[in-house]
């Protein structure tokens, strides 16, 4: 597993920086479902899994490469929040989706599904899927939710939104001039 491991810190390293340049989120983490897709995809429906042992140890290897984006949803979570309180609350909340995934992650592969696991790569292939949907959901959400400030905010005369800056009860990203990273 060492290849995959030094790798894999590669990945995760290069994942984060380009999200960084492009000041882009949603499309870069998508990049992790992305590149075990196909991995799983292989492993799931290759008939050679596991007869061939170099294929199987490569596919297996480039599958445990994958860049984690895990530190840009981290950041990401915070820049959102945009004040102490609520990026406490996202914070935990994200944490512990993070612990839960972890815990069902547990029972992915089983024991009466050895030992190609296809039950196994099936939900994985599935959760693959979904992960993707959900991204492409919350770029969606976070460009029209945006657009929407954009409209209103444009709207206001410069003294209507001065006098909102100074007036509002509004905090953090619930604000009218507060837009979404994503």
Not at 34 to 50: E, K, Q, S, V, Y
Not at 108 to 123: E, F, Q, V
Not at 135 to 158: E, G, P, S
């Amino acid at each position: 597993v060492i290849p995959s491991q030094v790798f894999h810190i590669f990945t995760l390293l290069a994942i984060t920086q380009l999200s960084e340049r492009t000041n882009e989120r949603t499309l870069v983490s998508m990049i992790q479902p992305l590149w075990t897709l196909p991995c799983i995809l292989a492993l799931r429906f290759w008939p050679g899994a596991l007869k061939n042992a170099w294929g199987t140890y490569a596919a297996t290897t480039v599958l445990l490469s994958y860049p984690y984006c895990h530190a840009i949803l981290v950041g990401w979570t915070s820049k959102n929040s945009n004040n102490v309180g609520a990026r406490s609350v996202s914070a935990a909340l994200y944490n512990m989706s993070v612990q839960l995934g972890n815990i069902c992650a547990n029972f992915i592969y089983r024991a009466d599904d050895k030992p190609l696991y296809h039950r196994g790569n099936t939900d994985l292939i599935i959760i693959n899927l979904l992960s993707i949907g959900l991204f492409l959901f919350t770029k969606t959400y976070y460009v029209l939710k945006n657009r929407h400030r954009d409209k209103v905010w444009n709207a206001m005369t410069a003294e209507e939104q001065h006098e909102y800056k100074l007036n509002t009860k509004l905090n953090g990203s619930r604000r009218l001039d507060f837009r979404f990273a994503h």
